[in-house]
């Protein structure tokens, strides 16, 4: 048995009775279950052979760090993304998964938005678009999340400003298990930015996001992944679409040693649309791993994918994604296009699309490409004079565009090509 994620571990978590109750349940499960390997389907070409449970801690349990209190709260590295939102609906910050700091506007506020540590009266939120755990490390999550975060927008309310959403995670040998549940209820209108970023030590973080949005609901959502160079990271995002609804979610992976998000998007109601875009660039020895599935239950409904990806140095990227469209889903439309530019010859790009396909009343497709930059957009840009390197940054800024263009939440995007920028600034240095 695996001597730091122990059902008594998770029993000496504090908080709510019914969370206390669900993290025993979920520990009882997870002692019981065998980690995945890389022979299994949905694990093919990760790295999750490599991990060793053992090296790590949870956080909140004797011998992980506990969070600071007062003016040092908030780490300094999550300035730029706060700073780059001054009229932030709401900003809240979780240290190794603990609350330090939440800011609700008052103005919405005072018409019902709700941004915060989950309470006695949220034993609801957590599994509204997840069932079922479809994975060993969702249950390792329902088990050792110290303190989840629930976001509900009352039915009507359109949010001016983006809910921010910070997942700081510090010290070496630290697991932390950030847990983020947005409920959006009939016609409401809501945006949604959720950073995970993390210092240089050596630590293991399993998030897990869900989103629930009720009839005509409409969510905007950006997962902004700047973790340090020597995390792991295992998450999950499951999304649940009732009829007329729509979500717009992009993911943004730069940081990390490997890093994993498995995407679940489902449309349970008639007419539901579900928009998944992606940009991720991999350096020296990264791998960033990416695997989407967009399912179709009910009818009429619309999933459009776009995920682009850059790989240089030794860098490996993963994308496998699937297609699958219900009996019951006559009028499916659904697309699925992955991207990758390889900026080295070590670099290495992975690229599988598929489709499951029960309904003949469907327009699917997929697409996947993986290849060098573009010789003839390079040789336009070097005969003007364009250096070689800055050419390269040039092209990959332009194919991420495409994607970037579309953020719902478009203030980090100066933010975004910085970080671009400063990966090349590295590789020519």
Not at 67 to 73: E, I, L, R, W
Request: with cysteine; charged share 25%; glycine share 8%.
């Amino acid at each position: 048995m695996l001597s730091t994620f122990t059902p008594d571990a998770a029993a000496a978590l504090d908080g709510p009775a019914w969370l206390r109750s669900r993290r025993v349940a979920a520990a009882d499960a997870f002692a019981g279950a065998e980690l995945p390997t890389a022979e299994e389907e949905v694990w093919r070409y990760s790295r999750v052979d490599d991990l060793d449970l053992d090296a790590f801690t949870p956080a909140g349990a004797d011998g992980a760090p506990a969070p600071p209190a007062g003016n040092d709260a908030v780490p300094a590295e999550l300035d730029p993304v706060i700073a780059a939102l001054p009229g932030a609906a709401a900003v809240l910050v979780a240290r190794n998964g603990r609350v330090v700091r939440a800011r609700v506007r008052d103005d919405l506020a005072a018409k019902g938005l709700v941004v915060g540590a989950a309470s006695d009266d949220d034993s609801d939120a957590l599994g509204a678009a997840l069932a079922e755990a479809p994975d060993v490390f969702a249950t390792l999550n329902d088990a050792f999340v110290a303190e989840p975060v629930v976001v509900r927008v009352p039915a009507g309310m359109s949010v001016d400003g983006p809910v921010v959403i910070a997942h700081w995670t510090e010290g070496a040998g630290v697991a932390a298990f950030p847990r983020l549940v947005v409920l959006a209820a009939a016609d409401s209108d809501v945006t949604v930015l959720e950073v995970q970023a993390s210092d240089d030590a050596a630590s293991l973080v399993v998030p897990v996001t869900e989103i629930t949005a009720a009839r005509a609901a409409r969510v905007g959502h950006v997962t902004l992944q700047r973790l340090g160079m020597a995390t792991w990271q295992l998450g999950l995002q499951s999304s649940s679409l009732d009829a007329e609804s729509t979500l717009r979610s992009t993911s943004i992976g730069f940081g990390g040693d490997y890093t994993r998000l498995r995407t679940d998007c489902r449309m349970v109601g008639r007419g539901a649309t579900g928009e998944l875009d992606a940009v991720y660039f991999g350096e020296a020895d990264q791998t960033l791993d990416f695997r989407t599935f967009q399912e179709h239950i009910a009818p009429d409904c619309t999933s459009n994918l776009l995920f682009k990806g850059a790989v240089g140095g030794r860098s490996r990227s993963v994308y496998t994604g699937m297609i699958r469209v219900a009996k019951t889903a006559r009028g499916t439309n659904a697309f699925q296009t992955n991207r990758n530019v390889k900026l080295s010859d070590d670099a290495w790009a992975e690229s599988v699309p598929n489709l499951v396909i029960e309904n003949n009343d469907v327009r699917c497709s997929h697409a996947s490409a993986v290849g060098p930059v573009d010789a003839e957009q390079r040789f336009y840009l070097e005969s003007r004079g364009v250096p070689p390197d800055e050419a390269e940054r040039l092209i990959v800024t332009g194919f991420f565009d495409e994607v970037l263009a579309r953020l719902p939440v478009s203030r980090v995007v100066p933010l975004l090509r910085q970080t671009v920028a400063a990966k090349f600034e590295r590789r020519e240095a």
